[in-house]
């Protein structure tokens, strides 16, 4: 079959691979219809993850069932279903906790109590590096989808692909960032990042009854589809202080709640690259500082974006004097999938509209490459198998 693979930091090729097998009772081979390149893909893709051997890469993806194992009862040949990108068990410790993302039995290499940066990870991700599972992903014509009598989930009939693709991630991740805030009705809700998750957490926030949704970007491409897909009110992060329009823009306070939906990979320049060197940091954390610097006291910051390392002089004394409640990780997808179909089925969500470009799996290379350097007003690319 044909798949992308990443090979090395910038080098993803369409290559032919040996197709999935059934390797263990409760498994299912997906015949992937559609496929998407997550934000997240693009930190192995720039070797903020190590990955040393080649890897079939993605973990937002939905099909056609193509082969059951002995141990599936839920799932036939032909079933049409969209996967949640954490890979759980349904049964261990923290599955029965209603977390399923720190499965114990899904990561059985690198799983641990620690959470450290190379040893003692959580559970296991689709096309998400050794240290996650090693398992194969999804950008491929067909995968290979474990403990499928927990994760997958049919969809209607009625429902197209690009409808419900993306209950797969970044739906039910801006999700979990505002339903982790505990929204009470009327709040003003600022999202740092426009990107796919960005505008999927203000979509939620809507649906919470936030009073007010302000996007910050440093995009104007991505703040544009964020006002056209989510109707926010939108900053540019390099047109003056972010922080102080934002208090300006609340009475002086602050924000309710504000969403990292960024993370390490935010834009920094030569000095923090340097400093990364000496501290053995990843990346950045400016954009939790600033949710920091702009949430009221007593407010809640919520974490979507990755953190892959420790950093220095995290402004402890500043989470403390406020306040502020925070809260972070990877999206208990299983916990809120089915209510998510359901609010797509009526209506009361669109998710397609945030695609800016549909292409064949052929096109994966070059739409990493156009997805990474932001170019051609690139917001969310699907691969079509």
Known sequence: MKAAVFHKPKDIRVDTVEDPKIEDPRDVVLKVTSTAICGSDLHIYNGLFPQPKPLVLGHEFMGIVEEVGSGITNLKVGDRVVVPFPISCGTCHFCNMSLPTHCENSNPEHYGPEGGLLKGKGGGLFGYTDLYGGYSGGQAEYVRVPYADYGPRKVPDNLTDEQVLFLTDIFPTGW????????????????WGAG?????AAKSAWLKGAGRVIIVDIQDYRLAKAKQAANVETIN?????????????????????????????????V????????????????????????VR???????????????????LHQWFDKGIQIKGGQAPVHNYIDHLIELVATGKVVLEDI????????????MYDIFNKKEDNCVKVVLKP
């Open 355 to 366: 695609i800016t470009h549909k292409v064949p799996l052929s096109d994966a290379a070059k």
């Open 297 to 315: 006291r007593g407010g809640v910051v919520t974490v979507l974006g990755v953190y892959g390392s420790p950093y220095d002089n995290f402004p």
């Open 237 to 269: 992060y390099n047109d003056g202080d972010a922080v102080e329009k934002i208090r300006q823009m609340t009475g002086g306070y602050g924000a309710d709640v504000c969403v990292d939906a960024v993370g390490m990979e935010a834009d920094h320049g």
């Open 176 to 191: 979990s960032g505002i339903d982790w805030a505990g929204l009470k009705g009327g709040e003003t809700v600022v999202i």
């Open 196 to 200: 796919p998750v960005g505008i999927m």
């Open 271 to 294: 000095w923090t690259k340097a400093l990364n060197v000496i501290q053995g940091e990843v990346g950045t954390m400016r954009v939790l500082e600033r949710c920091l610097d702009a």
